[in-house]
């Protein structure tokens, strides 16, 4: 009887067995069994912008072989629990924000170092200012996934009936908001009610003053607010409240009840970002139009305000190998413009198609024209530190006469915090 027709009896099978056995004793391996190829996302997605990333992921999934879960979870839930999941039970890949929130778990060894990738991809040139955002010491930790530009917005039809111009310089702009003013318009409509639109007039007012390297040295705390070089930024500040340019009673108003001025024509500037034209009546939303915060001293940036999330591998990941062929994936340029689409926000990548929406066009023109990019003040600093500067930040938009007690108090957080980490 050949072995064909061996019939399978208990003895056939221990006898099977047992040659395998032997092999095992002998020092041999037996065949492996494959393991299946398994990659864990936890993404923190809006509803517009989560199914174009499961499409991209199942995309990726069959390509390669792979089984691609994506746990969505609520934004704000995900600012909660990242720091536990990276701690205890790390995805392979989770989305965060670039910027001083990535620096902090960097520091505490939770994000992976995938310089090699960011390289090998060329996604450095394809980066070019923004590569310093999820950078630290020349290594990177993360890639930007597009991002809110801030600036100076107005409607043009109102500039138009009131003969404004959109103002280039500094001197430009007191002569808009003088002219602003004698024809009974806000000269900028500011709601510091939720105080962070106060922290990005500080920002781009020491940005133009003071440029990025000391702006980024004052976040990291390596300056002190009550140093000198900060003069000028706060009395240019104290002398445009003092000349009545900002809303009345500003800290009544959330961001929203502000721009209504802009939307109703009843303001003639806001210093915002491109969430701001979701405010706009139906019909009008061509009217608003976008320019670059003010210039204050010619050979100082361009520096722009460009707050970016980004995607990254924790550390602790089970297939950080795998996780890298993912970004390699979703990070090519069409990939990324099909992931970015829903949402119409400025692509981080200056190899990538310009969106077709004319607000987002203009932002992403100007970013790439800037010579680089900070976070938003949030962002930037230290959450501690962060806290104290958008609350003084709303106190002195109200107080301004106190400018030197207030910055000497946010030198007191900084000290505290800087001795502390």
């Given at each position: ?60 999934g069959r390509q390669s072989g792979t089984e691609v879960i994506v746990n969505n979870i609520a934004h704000e839930a995900n ?343």
């Amino acid at each position: 009887m050949s072995k064909a027709n061996t019939p399978v009896t208990r003895r056939r099978v221990i006898q099977t067995l047992g040659a395998g056995a032997g092999l095992l004793l002998c020092g041999l391996r037996a065949p492996a069994i494959a393991k299946p190829r398994r990659l864990i996302i936890i993404s923190d997605l809006n509803a517009a912008q989560a199914p174009a990333f499961q499409a991209i992921a199942a995309e990726f999934g069959r390509q390669s072989g792979t089984e691609v879960i994506v746990n969505n979870i609520a934004h704000e839930a995900n600012k909660t629990a990242i720091r536990n999941y990276l701690v205890a039970d790390p995805p392979d890949i989770c989305f965060w924000f670039s910027g001083q929130r990535m620096r902090q778990f960097v520091g505490m060894g939770l994000f992976s170092d995938i310089s090699d990738l960011v390289e090998h991809e060329g996604i450095d040139r394809a980066l070019g200012p923004l590569l310093d955002t999820v950078s630290i010491d020349g290594r990177q930790y993360g890639l930007p996934v597009g991002g809110l530009f801030w600036g100076l917005f107005y409607r043009e039809d109102v500039f138009r009936e009131h003969g404004l111009t959109p103002p280039e310089t500094f001197e430009d702009f007191y002569r808009t908001c003088y002219r602003a003013k004698a024809q009974g318009l806000v000269p900028v409509a500011m709601g510091t009610k939720d105080q962070w639109p106060a922290a990005g007039w500080f920002d781009h007012l020491n940005l133009r003053i003071n440029g990025l390297e000391t702006h980024m040295a004052l976040m990291e705390g390596r300056v002190a607010y009550s140093d000198t070089i900060f003069d000028p930024v706060f009395e240019q500040w104290r002398d445009m409240i003092q000349q009545d340019f900002f809303l009345d009673h500003g800290t009544s108003y959330a961001w929203q009840q502000a721009a209504a001025f802009l939307a109703r024509k009843k303001a003639a500037m806001m210093d915002l970002s491109t969430f701001l034209q979701s405010v706009m009546p139906p019909g009008q939303e061509g009217e608003l139009k976008l320019i670059r915060f003010p210039t204050y001293d010619a050979s100082v940036g361009p520096y722009e305000d460009f707050s970016s999330n980004s995607i990254h591998i924790p550390q602790r990941a089970q297939q950080k190998a795998l996780a890298r062929e993912f970004l390699a994936y979703f990070y090519q340029p069409d990939v990324l413009a099909r992931f970015l689409a829903p949402i119409g926000t400025v692509p981080p990548r200056n190899d990538m198609p310009v969106p077709d929406d004319p607000l987002t066009k203009t932002a992403t023109g100007l970013l790439r024209a800037s010579a680089g990019s900070a976070q938003y003040f949030d962002r930037d600093t230290h959450p501690a530190m962060a806290w104290a500067g958008l609350k003084g930040f709303q106190k002195f938009s109200v107080y301004p006469s106190q400018g030197k007690e207030i910055r000497q108090e946010l030198d007191r957080i900084r000290t505290r915090v800087t001795t502390s980490t």
